[in-house]
């Protein structure tokens, strides 16, 4: 019968001090969250233009367009990880479109589209975009529009009313979008995966291997799976005190 915990059970500190003092979990672990920030910063600055669009141009259609946004949420995850997989490989769409054009020449894709740090950000942003952009379309859609007719009022410009209106009491929204993209991604190990390869090689990646391997290290596993989560919660409080300062600004 095998042992729901192998190996020693006695209690020790020698995978926390491994974690600190080796410096290779560490290194991967900022590498992941340098990935993650790329891509929330970039999600973010995507997603507020849309989001702006759709709460304040004043279009009737918003809302249908809102269902166009959220729409990928009805297809699977995986199956959308898997058709990016296809698009970005050797004979995908997009080094197929090289050949095409004569911008590459036959039988020498690029190769770095797939299976690289690239991949994993670009997959990654895709995947997150529409949520990212709700919390921010939610709060536009909140804002008093009395607030930006005084300032036309006091003749300020729409880039002066945006600057000193819309885009700080929207600053809740966006850390928060931020947040929702910054914490599964910097943890992700499914599409570093299917996507990455070894230089997409993500924290989440190493935590799986750790315990799902022939010769598994559930020790080291759960001290880099307890570090990430402190992690996360530190980063989950400081944002949320920062959400909490702005509505209580705005209010």
């Given at each position: 019968?095998?042992?729901?915990?192998?190996?020693?059970?006695?209690?020790?500190?020698?995978?926390?001090?491994?974690?600190?003092?080796?410096?290779?979990?560490?290194?991967?672990?900022?590498?992941?969250?340098?990935?993650?920030?790329?891509?929330?910063?970039?999600?973010?600055?995507?997603?507020?233009?849309?989001?702006?669009?759709?709460?304040?141009s004043?279009?009737?259609?918003?809302?249908?367009?809102?269902?166009?946004?959220?729409?990928?949420?009805?297809?699977?995850?995986l199956?959308?990880v898997?058709?990016?997989?296809?698009?970005?490989?050797?004979?995908?769409?997009?080094?197929?479109?090289?050949?095409?054009?004569?911008?590459?020449?036959?039988?020498?894709?690029?190769?770095?589209?797939?299976?690289?740090?690239?991949?994993?950000?670009?997959?990654?942003?895709?995947?997150?975009?529409?949520?990212?952009?709700?919390?921010?379309?939610?709060?536009?859609?909140?804002?008093?529009?009395?607030?930006?007719?005084?300032?036309?009022?006091?003749?300020?410009?729409?880039?002066?009313?945006?600057?000193?209106?819309?885009?700080?009491?929207?600053?809740?929204?966006?850390?928060?979008?931020?947040?929702?993209?910054?914490?599964?991604?910097?943890?992700?190990?499914?599409?570093?995966?299917?996507?990455?390869?070894?230089?997409?090689?993500?924290?989440?990646?190493?935590?799986?291997?750790?315990?799902?391997?022939g010769?598994?290290?559930?020790?080291?596993?759960?001290?880099?799976?307890?570090?990430?989560?402190?992690?996360?919660?530190?980063?989950?409080?400081?944002?949320?005190?920062?959400?909490?300062?702005?509505?209580?600004?705005g209010?």
């Open positions: 019968m095998l042992a729901l915990f192998p190996g020693a059970h006695a209690f020790t500190l020698t995978a926390w001090r491994d974690l600190f003092e080796s410096g290779v979990y560490l290194r991967l672990f900022w590498k992941s969250v340098q990935m993650a920030l790329v891509v929330s910063v970039v999600v973010v600055l995507v997603a507020y233009p849309l989001a702006y669009y759709l709460a304040l004043g279009t009737k259609r918003k809302y249908i367009l809102l269902l166009f946004l959220i729409a990928p949420f009805l297809t699977s995850y199956l959308r898997l058709a990016w997989k296809v698009i970005l490989g050797n004979e995908g769409v997009v080094n197929t479109f090289f050949f095409w054009t004569g911008l590459r020449e036959a039988g020498h894709p690029i190769s770095a589209l797939l299976y690289s740090r690239f991949a994993v950000m670009l997959v990654l942003g895709y995947v997150w975009l529409p949520f990212v952009a709700l919390p921010i379309f939610v709060t536009l859609e909140n804002l008093d529009a009395r607030l930006l007719e005084a300032a036309g009022d006091l003749y300020a410009s729409r880039l002066q009313a945006f600057a000193r209106i819309t885009l700080p009491l929207s600053m809740p929204g966006v850390v928060a979008a931020f947040l929702f993209v910054f914490i599964p991604t910097v943890g992700e190990f499914i599409t570093p995966s299917l996507v990455g390869g070894t230089s997409g090689y993500m924290y989440g990646n190493q935590i799986v291997d750790l315990f799902g391997t010769f598994p290290d559930w020790e080291t596993g759960s001290v880099l799976a307890l570090f990430l989560l402190g992690v996360v919660a530190v980063l989950t409080a400081i944002f949320a005190r920062f959400i909490r300062a702005g509505q209580t600004a209010s």
